[in-house]
């Protein structure tokens, strides 16, 4: 009797295991694993800017100082007018009705007026050339800025 009940035990402790994985691997659907959630992709920064332009003249390579830049801001006949924007010069003598003096972007003639440009600012103290200050966004519309006259 001692070992038929012994041969009970030690079948059972083999067949529950065996049984248990066979119906947990083989014989049940695979189950899917849930994935986390993915997070929405964070849409680019719209740009309120003008298709870019093909009647304006490319960028200049000549070096200036702050102070010759002065010079080009429209204010003396038969010289050039100037506006720089992250460093770069770009003529706009032929848009002189916007930039020239007294034109409603005068303020950013004969100098680089890079932050007030990205804050879309038309005050006198924001036309400068450091625009290390400014957030993304108004960074955005510097570079749709520079982008345009490129």
Partial sequence: MLELQTLVIYSLAFILPVAYLAHRYCLRPARTIPQPAKQPAQKPLKSIMQPARDDLAPPKDDP???EELKKYDGSTPGLPLYVAIKGTIFDVSHKASIY??????SIFAGKDGSKGLGMSSLK?????????GLNEADRKVLDDWHTFFS
């Fill in 124 to 132: 006198p103290e924001d036309a400068v050339a450091d625009y290390s």
């Fill in 64 to 66: 200036y100082t702050t």
């Fill in 100 to 105: 020239g003096p007294g034109c409603s972007y």
